[in-house]
């Protein structure tokens, strides 16, 4: 499952909105030899949000990234700003103790945070951040039962009054849906319009004199002196030191490809409707937050521009492939028969970091290189926090990472089996869903 060579990628609903109004830079790639303090390979929202750490603490700082900014998962994703891990925090308290559980809590909610503030900072008024909660749906009894139990965890055990449970016809009334059997409502989570997010960033970062070099890849970097000596095919870049924010994307550009086999990258496919007629735009997900089911192989969905937006993971399909849209769009009038006959207008899909154990990773691959990747669907608001920790780390800090934290690059086991192993998990996940086990 290797991510595709730089190209243009599909046509967007975010795209067709339009980016950010400012420019975001010169749109050239570097075409002369730099030395800088730190070099930030991937203009992404760890990458942008690196810098933007690194100039607030006057490190002269430099971004490469082999396609323009907004690309790759940044500006492809579906602008979900949620306050959570894949991995639950009964689950990590178990595992490893209520202290780490209450840090992990802090960090999640710390990366809205983070969102929230960029936003104010950059006036990015166009990315349409909306704080108005994320509600998980269930799809049976037994998982109702378990994110019910999550959230009287999180209660009692965190102190967090945040989540709160709906039952079958509050959720039904709020979704349009009559697919549920309950939920539960995540208040401190939100949406965004993703690629006017990153592309205002740019052009914040712009304005401050961060320059930010597209079409650029790093084909070549080595150790040099105390320092790094990263090649592009324009000009090369010496710095102190180096972030490494390419994510799934990091098999683009030689440079990077190492870091790739510490993800199993997921493809992640997104449709979008027509404008919704006005009677039904009333109807569905009225409080206009974000939506996810329960179901292993799940599914999400908001409205956006006035539209249903339905995506989830594809681990069958590759790039471009119809398939897996067409398997959206069915699922998607399973849990919404009234769209059946809304025409959708817009596809397009992408890859997730996924990590084996469900956590983003960060942390140090030498004394001159810091990475931050993995973060498996739920990168908003994760990937702005810790582009400003690893901007931290580059310039000698130790920020509370937690279990974030790694030691060294990790390569996941048997990598080059990755792809059929993928398809074998999902389509035993998709076997579990179908008996609602």
């Not at 582009?387 to 000698?396: K, R, T, V, Y």
């Amino acid at each position: 499952m290797k991510p595709p060579a730089a190209r243009q990628s599909a046509a967007s609903l975010w795209s067709a909105m339009g980016g950010a109004t400012a420019p975001v830079s010169t749109g050239a790639p570097l075409a002369r030899d730099l030395v800088t303090e730190v070099a930030v390979i991937g203009a992404g929202y760890s990458g942008l949000c690196a810098a933007y750490a690194l100039q607030k603490r006057g490190a002269e700082t430099v971004v490469l990234d082999a396609n323009p900014v907004g690309w790759g998962a940044s500006g492809r994703n579906g602008g979900v700003v949620s306050s959570k891990f894949r991995l639950s925090f009964p689950t990590i308290a178990r595992l490893h103790g209520i202290d780490t559980a209450r840090t992990m809590h802090r960090l999640a909610h710390e990366g809205v945070r983070v969102v929230e503030s960029l936003v104010d900072e950059f006036k990015l008024h166009d990315a349409h951040f909306q704080h108005t909660g994320s509600l998980r749906c269930a799809h049976t009894e037994r998982a109702f039962a378990t994110i019910r139990a999550e959230a009287d965890w999180v209660r009692q055990a965190l102190g967090d009054t945040s989540m709160s449970v709906q039952s079958r016809a509050e959720v039904a009334r709020e979704t349009g849906s009559n697919a549920f059997v309950g939920g539960v409502l995540s208040a401190d989570a939100g949406t965004i319009l993703p690629l006017r997010y990153v592309q205002g960033i740019a052009a914040g970062l712009t304005t401050r004199k961060v320059p930010i070099y597209e079409s650029s890849p790093a084909i070549d970097m080595q150790r040099d002196g105390e320092g790094v000596l990263i090649r592009t095919p324009g000009g090369t870049v010496r710095a102190k030191q180096v972030i490494v924010a390419t994510n799934a994307y990091s098999s683009l550009t030689p440079a990077t490809g190492a870091y790739q086999r510490t993800l199993v990258p997921f493809r992640s496919a997104i449709i979008a409707t027509e404008r919704l007629p006005a009677e039904l735009d009333a109807r569905l997900m009225v409080e206009q937050r974000s939506y996810t089911e329960t179901r292993r192989m799940m599914k999400w969905f908001r409205k956006a521009d006035g539209r249903m937006v339905f995506g989830g993971r594809d681990a069958f399909g590759k790039e471009g492939q119809l398939a897996g849209f067409d398997a959206l769009q069915r699922a998607m009038v399973a849990l919404f028969p009234d769209l059946t006959s809304v025409k959708v207008e817009y596809r397009w899909s992408g890859y997730v970091g996924m990590t084996f154990d469900q956590l983003p990773h960060i942390g140090r691959s030498d004394a001159v290189t810091t990475f931050c990747l993995g973060y498996n669907g739920a990168g908003v608001a994760m990937a702005s926090l810790l582009g400003q920790q690893a901007a931290a780390l580059a310039l000698g800090d130790k920020p509370e990472l937690s279990l974030l934290a790694t030691n060294g690059l990790q390569p996941v086991p048997f990598h080059a089996l990755r792809s059929p192993g993928v398809r074998m998990v999902a389509a035993w996940y998709q076997f579990l869903d179908a008996i609602g086990a």
